[in-house]
């Protein structure tokens, strides 16, 4: 992502999102996009899920994100939503979690096909059920992002569904290519 789309995105674009997207509202737009990405990716062989396309970049979208198949797509997003909800959970306790993140950790590696998918199905079942047990946390105490400042329980988890919203885009993009 550029510096341009950083400042923007953290200064104007997500505070006007987090405003008008209400915490269901959120849990149903990242349901719906992370779905959506599992609906487009079901019926690819194992071949064509691993397979690496390279892609002009998706608005908010890394430019390392450019060249990667739709199952390190889907790694890349348990890795991020681990790290979310493991965040969230902590938020809700009134916990200030202390580990940052580090963007290294969320560079997918590939290679596992198949049970990618399955484990991105799975996946999306247990991290939408936060949106229902953490839908009305109070706003304090906050975790930093590394472009988009201090957030609260309530805000990482809208961050989460315009995340998937963008990544499916990015998704489909990787399907076009194939």
Known sequence: MSVFECWVFRHLGFPLIARALGHRAA??????????????????TEEDLERRVLVSRPLGIEESACNW?????MEHLILVGVHIREAV?????????????????????GGRGLRTREEYGRFI?????LYETHCNIPSRPTHRHPYFGELD??????????????????????????
């Open 27 to 44: 849990g149903g737009l990242f349901s719906r996009e992370g779905q959506r990405i599992l609906y487009l990716a079901q019926d690819l």
């Open 69 to 73: 198949s739709v199952e390190m797509l």
């Open 89 to 109: 959970r902590q938020l809700g306790n009134g916990v200030r979690p202390l580990r940052k993140f580090q963007r290294s950790e969320f560079e997918p590696r």
């Open 125 to 129: 079942e247990r991290f939408t059920a």
């Open 153 to 178: 329980a309530g805000h990482w988890l809208k961050l989460a569904a315009v995340l998937y919203k963008l990544h499916r885009n990015h998704a489909e993009r990787i399907l076009a290519g194939l």
